[in-house]
């Protein structure tokens, strides 16, 4: 799911990637805790989705 939130983002559809983003950092951090270092870079990524969403 990140990783198609990813490629849509980069395509200009972020719309489209931000609930694929979301999915994504919710099943890594119920997998791994909200401590985890993946966690971190699941919700940068997140937040970057975002950020193009506004632009």
């Known amino acids: ?9 980069a395509r200009g559809r972020a719309t489209q990637a ?3 983003g979301e999915r994504a950092l919710a ?3 119920a997998a791994l805790g ?3 270092p993946d966690t971190a870079v699941h919700m ?12």
Do not use: K
């Open 1 to 9: 799911m990140g990783q198609t939130a990813f490629y849509l983002t």
């Open 18 to 20: 931000l609930p694929l």
């Open 27 to 29: 099943v890594i951090e």
């Open 34 to 36: 909200p401590d985890h």
């Open 44 to 55: 940068r990524n997140l937040a970057a989705i975002r950020q193009r969403r506004r632009t």
